[in-house]
């Protein structure tokens, strides 16, 4: 191959592919949203646009979770739909469609069917209108991403980020190069004197072409105007007037019976936490977390890691990589290359040049590169990229080996990421999970990849020290500073004088026994159980999957009396060295001391035998919860 053969095959194609991505990226660059200055802080609504669409308008021209959250308030703030708060919590609120359907929009209009259809005797708890399907989620939530989007451009406010004249210009700068490739494919087949040369030159015309074609046709999303950006600023002000009041940001949903649009709006603009914890309609954004560590409730932005093969790996399988890598590459550079090249070489005299005689066969195929065919080049340079890539790849290990961060602060998120199924059954084994915690100082985290063997050290909530790997993003050690503080338990005030605060059926057994027993780790489900009964209490706990493995129950007076008759009539008795009746029945252990009965019921892959040992331990705590205190 000479210089010219050289210049054609690889450099042309090379220039033009090269052009063609230089100028779609000058175009990404002039397209992006721009940055908008707020107005002066001012608390009057400043335009007629939707809670939606200004949510549009003020994360840069880009839809956020809080859209529809904002329209589900504006639609009570108008009537349209009613909030009433049960209990003392935010999460009890109910909402209650009034019946109204006129004079609403697309996406309004899809928002209030969402509730109409939840809704049962004329109500649905706010927390029950998640989808639990999650195609059918993704379906909603693109639905009204468009009709929002639509409106925002109906009203000057927005354009597509590369309208059809940019994507039709890239179609053909795209056919340009197709055209380049095209002929470099036709030389080299021409010169290896290819039987079907056209065929060749038509599939490397059509592929990039369409390549090219699809990736400038991709949605890109939208853009400022210069009317959006007017619109914009101004609601951006309302933003800085919502979080300059104190109170503001805890107010919870049924408050927009007081504070009308302007809970809508605020919801919008990202200042409403309270209310955005509890309304979810199936477009849950895990970046973009509320956190209040550090002393102020702020969203935090956090990036996950991607499918690179690197990420939650003990370095030991990018070091294996490595190695491997770098033998194939030396392979095709020292060996294969210069065999391939061989041929052309001349034959060296080792006294009138020794070093040329010792290692001229690597290095000869790199001194007469246009002399070479496309193969053998072809083959020297994967072996040089394989060779870049170990020595990258090498580089990162001992940097991860020598560098272990410490990152300190509150979980704040936790869930399995990557996990084994099989066929025979519908259990996930978990591999990885994600852990993020957040250091109080910044807006930005990362998600760092938590290995299950050290999965229970902690929990969400729990502020932590962790020890990590920067280039793997693994967890090496999580240290526990200070753990979770459980969520407040309501009972009542005229409970027994016997009777403590909180959930006595968790504090029976330890999330540690029971994890020894059932032999995986278990932690409490606080999100499920009953405790609204002080004379009834019962806690679930979940394996780190998810699945439901062990339920405590306490149960006093003549309801414990029910179940321990159950139990009676479908079991066996138990010895009772520390109770006073036991029985053990395929589905549930059984016990009674005193006044108290303790029921401890297996989950999946449990047996109740398993949890037959924990009993009597389980009913001496129990009695002991239950003495009278002087």
Same mark, same amino acid.
């Given at each position: 191959?000479?210089?010219?053969?050289?210049?054609?095959?690889?450099?042309?194609?090379?220039?033009?592919?090269?052009?063609?991505?230089?100028?779609?990226?000058?175009?990404?660059?002039?397209?992006?949203?721009?940055?908008?200055?707020?107005?002066?802080?001012?608390?009057?609504?400043?335009?007629?646009?939707?809670?939606?669409?200004?949510?549009?308008?003020?994360?840069?021209?880009?839809?956020?979770?809080?859209?529809?959250?904002?329209?589900?308030?504006?639609?009570?703030?108008?009537?349209?739909?009613?909030?009433?708060?049960?209990?003392?919590?935010?999460?009890?609120?109910?909402?209650?469609?009034?019946?109204?359907?006129?004079?609403?929009?697309?996406?309004?209009?899809?928002?209030?069917?969402?509730?109409?259809?939840?809704?049962?005797?004329?109500?649905?708890?706010?927390?029950?209108?998640?989808?639990?399907?999650?195609?059918?989620?993704?379906?909603?939530?693109?639905?009204? &991403?468009?009709?929002?989007?639509?409106?925002?451009?109906?009203?000057?406010?927005?354009?597509?980020?590369?309208?059809?004249?940019?994507?039709?210009?890239?179609?053909?700068?795209?056919?340009?190069?197709?055209?380049?490739?095209?002929?470099?494919?036709?030389?080299?087949?021409?010169?290896?004197?290819?039987?079907?040369?056209?065929?060749?030159?038509?599939?490397?015309?059509?592929?990039?072409?369409?390549?090219?074609?699809?990736?400038?046709?991709?949605?890109?999303?939208?853009?400022?105007?210069?009317?959006?950006?007017?619109?914009?600023?101004?609601?951006?002000?309302? &933003?800085?007037?919502?979080?300059?009041?104190?109170?503001?940001?805890?107010?919870?949903?049924?408050?927009?019976?007081?504070?009308?649009?302007?809970?809508?709006?605020?919801?919008?603009?990202?200042?409403?936490?309270?209310?955005?914890?509890?309304?979810?309609?199936?477009?849950?954004?895990?970046?973009?977390?509320?956190?209040?560590?550090?002393?102020?409730?702020?969203?935090?932005?956090?990036?996950?890691?991607?499918?690179?093969?690197?990420?939650?790996?003990?370095?030991?399988?990018?070091?294996? &990589?490595?190695?491997?890598?770098?033998?194939?590459?030396?392979?095709?550079?020292?060996?294969?290359?210069?065999?391939?090249?061989?041929?052309?070489?001349?034959?060296?005299?080792?006294?009138?040049?020794?070093?040329?005689?010792?290692?001229?066969?690597?290095?000869?195929?790199?001194?007469?590169?246009?002399?070479?065919?496309?193969?053998?080049?072809?083959?020297?340079?994967?072996?040089?990229?394989?060779?870049?890539?170990?020595?990258?790849?090498?580089?990162?290990?001992?940097?991860?080996?020598?560098?272990?961060?410490?990152?300190?602060?509150?979980?704040?998120?936790?869930?399995?990421?990557?996990?084994?199924?099989?066929?025979?059954?519908?259990?996930?084994?978990?591999?990885?999970?994600?852990?993020?915690?957040?250091?109080?100082?910044?807006? &930005?985290?990362?998600?760092?990849?938590?290995?299950?063997?050290?999965?229970?050290?902690?929990?969400?909530?729990?502020?932590?020290?962790?020890?990590?790997?920067?280039?793997?993003?693994?967890?090496?050690?999580?240290?526990?500073? /200070?753990?979770?503080?459980?969520?407040?338990?309501?009972?009542?005030?005229?409970?027994?004088?016997?009777?403590?605060?909180?959930?006595?059926?968790?504090?029976?057994?330890?999330?540690?026994?029971?994890?020894?027993?059932?032999?995986?780790?278990?932690?409490?489900?606080?999100?499920?159980?009953?405790?609204?009964?002080?004379?009834?209490?019962?806690?679930?706990?979940?394996?780190?999957?998810?699945?439901?493995?062990?339920?405590?129950?306490?149960?006093?007076? /003549?309801?414990?009396?029910?179940?321990?008759?159950?139990?009676?009539?479908?079991?066996?008795?138990?010895?009772?060295? /520390?109770?006073?009746?036991?029985?053990?029945?395929?589905?549930?252990?059984?016990?009674?001391?005193?006044?108290?009965?303790?029921?401890?019921?297996?989950?999946?892959?449990?047996?109740?035998?398993?949890?037959?040992?924990?009993?009597?331990?389980?009913?001496?705590?129990?009695?002991?919860?239950?003495?009278?205190?002087?």
């Amino acid at each position: 191959m000479n210089p010219v053969d050289l210049a054609i095959e690889l450099g042309l194609p090379a220039v033009c592919l090269l052009g063609w991505a230089g100028v779609y990226w000058i175009a990404l660059l002039f397209t992006r949203p721009a940055d908008v200055a707020p107005a002066p802080a001012s608390m009057t609504l400043p335009g007629p646009e939707s809670p939606a669409v200004v949510n549009l308008l003020a994360n840069r021209w880009s839809l956020t979770v809080d859209a529809a959250e904002s329209t589900l308030l504006d639609l009570a703030a108008r009537g349209y739909l009613e909030l009433r708060q049960a209990g003392p919590e935010s999460r009890d609120s109910t909402v209650h469609p009034t019946g109204r359907t006129d004079g609403l929009n697309e996406y309004e209009r899809q928002v209030l069917d969402r509730v109409v259809e939840r809704a049962v005797g004329g109500m649905v708890p706010l927390t029950a209108l998640a989808f639990a399907n999650e195609k059918r989620a993704g379906l909603w939530s693109s639905s009204l &991403r468009r009709a929002v989007i639509d409106e925002a451009r109906r009203l000057g406010l927005t354009r597509r980020r590369f309208p059809k004249g940019l994507v039709v210009a890239f179609g053909v700068f795209g056919a340009l190069a197709g055209l380049g490739v095209a002929a470099g494919s036709y030389h080299y087949l021409s010169r290896i004197q290819a039987a079907d040369r056209w065929g060749g030159v038509g599939a490397a015309f059509f592929v990039t072409t369409m390549v090219l074609s699809g990736i400038a046709g991709r949605n890109m999303g939208e853009r400022d105007t210069p009317l959006g950006r007017a619109v914009a600023a101004r609601w951006l002000g309302l &933003r800085a007037w919502l979080v300059g009041h104190e109170a503001f940001a805890d107010l919870p949903p049924a408050a927009v019976t007081v504070w009308h649009r302007y809970l809508s709006y605020g919801a919008a603009l990202g200042v409403t936490r309270a209310a955005s914890q509890v309304i979810h309609l199936g477009l849950a954004d895990r970046s973009r977390i509320w956190s209040a560590y550090g002393g102020t409730w702020r969203q935090v932005g956090v990036s996950y890691p991607n499918t690179l093969p690197r990420y939650g790996q003990p370095l030991g399988w990018p070091f294996v &990589r490595a190695l491997g890598a770098a033998g194939f590459g030396w392979s095709l550079v020292g060996i294969v290359g210069p065999a391939a090249a061989r041929q052309e070489s001349r034959p060296v005299d080792p006294a009138h040049d020794p070093f040329h005689f010792l290692f001229g066969r690597w290095f000869q195929p790199w001194l007469n590169l246009a002399e070479l065919d496309s193969i053998t080049l072809g083959i020297l340079f994967v072996g040089l990229a394989l060779l870049g890539y170990a020595a990258y790849t090498m580089i990162r290990v001992f940097g991860d080996v020598a560098g272990t961060a410490t990152v300190s602060g509150e979980v704040i998120w936790y869930q399995m990421w990557q996990y084994h199924s099989s066929d025979e059954s519908s259990d996930r084994t978990p591999i990885n999970y994600y852990l993020v915690i957040d250091d109080g100082r910044s807006d &930005r985290t990362r998600a760092w990849v938590l290995p299950k063997e050290i999965s229970g050290q902690c929990e969400l909530g729990d502020v932590v020290t962790a020890q990590v790997r920067r280039w793997t993003r693994r967890v090496k050690q999580v240290t526990v500073l /200070r753990a979770a503080t459980p969520a407040p338990h309501v009972t009542d005030d005229s409970a027994d004088a016997g009777t403590v605060a909180g959930n006595v059926a968790e504090s029976l057994l330890t999330a540690d026994e029971l994890s020894a027993v059932v032999g995986r780790q278990v932690r409490p489900d606080r999100d499920s159980g009953y405790r609204g009964d002080p004379r009834y209490t019962n806690t679930n706990f979940n394996d780190l999957t998810g699945t439901f493995a062990v339920s405590v129950s306490v149960v006093r007076g /003549r309801a414990g009396r029910v179940v321990l008759v159950i139990g009676k009539g479908a079991g066996q008795p138990l010895p009772t060295p /520390r109770g006073d009746e036991a029985y053990l029945a395929k589905d549930r252990v059984v016990g009674r001391r005193g006044n108290v009965v303790v029921m401890l019921a297996p989950g999946r892959n449990v047996a109740a035998t398993q949890l037959a040992g924990l009993l009597p331990l389980a009913l001496d705590r129990a009695a002991v919860q239950a003495a009278p205190t002087s």
